[in-house]
Structures are given as structure tokens and as C-alpha cells.
């Protein structure tokens, strides 16, 4: 699922442990991701998305995991991290850390 910004596209892949896919939940992640990096698009490869349940469908707290891993042009992978008891909490938290590391990846970068 690409994400297209200036004509810029950075490729999302979406990969599920203990858990079924749903379009719902990719929907929320490629809105979350766009809100995130949609001005760094032009900056980043790929973003992978790690999606998995902790306790297989038994509930209990914190048992959502999300990992978001951006690929910037020529810098190292970026890896972010989230846990909720509600995925779609988790995907917002993850997002919104992914958003801060980037800008201060790329504020950083270009004060040099």
C-alpha cells in the first residue's frame, strides 16, 4: 500500500502475528502513517509495519504490539514501538512517536 506525497511514494508493508487482517485496521494505519510522515515522504523508502497480538486473542494489558521501522534515503532504519490493549491506541501511539523521530532525524540532518 503506497502512500503518495509530491508525487513521491513510499512503499507500506503490513505484516500480522496472532492476529487477522482487517481493512479497518489497515485503513487506520495508512491514515496514522499519512498524518506522520506524509512531509518526510519525499525522504523515506519504505515504512514496514509490524502488527502482532501478544496473548493470541486473549485480552489483557498492553497485549497489542505495534513496531514501525521507516527507511530514510541514505540514514539508518528508524524503529518505533507501541503497546496498548487496543490496536488501533497502539497504531495512533506508534505513529505519533514515528512522527517525532523523524522530524528530529531530519532537523538534525539538515543543520548540517
Do not use: C, W
Not at 98 to 109: P, Q, V
Request: hydrophobic letters at 40%; a negative charge.
Amino acid at each position: 500500500m503506497p502512500i503518495q506525497h509530491r508525487e513521491m511514494f513510499v512503499q507500506i508493508e503490513i505484516n500480522y502475528r496472532n492476529m487477522d487482517k482487517t481493512d479497518a485496521i489497515n485503513a487506520h494505519i495508512e491514515q496514522e502513517l499519512e498524518a506522520a510522515i506524509g512531509r518526510f515522504a519525499d525522504r523515506l523508502t519504505r515504512v514496514e509495519v509490524h502488527l502482532s497480538d501478544e496473548n493470541a486473542g486473549k485480552s489483557g494489558p498492553d497485549d497489542k504490539r505495534v513496531m514501525f521501522e521507516a527507511r530514510p534515503r541514505g540514514m539508518d532504519p528508524l524503529v518505533v514501538e507501541a503497546k496498548d490493549e487496543d490496536m488501533y491506541k497502539a497504531i495512533s501511539d506508534a505513529a505519533g512517536k514515528l512522527r517525532r523521530i523523524l522530524t528530529t532525524r531530519f532537523e538534525k540532518a539538515d543543520a548540517f
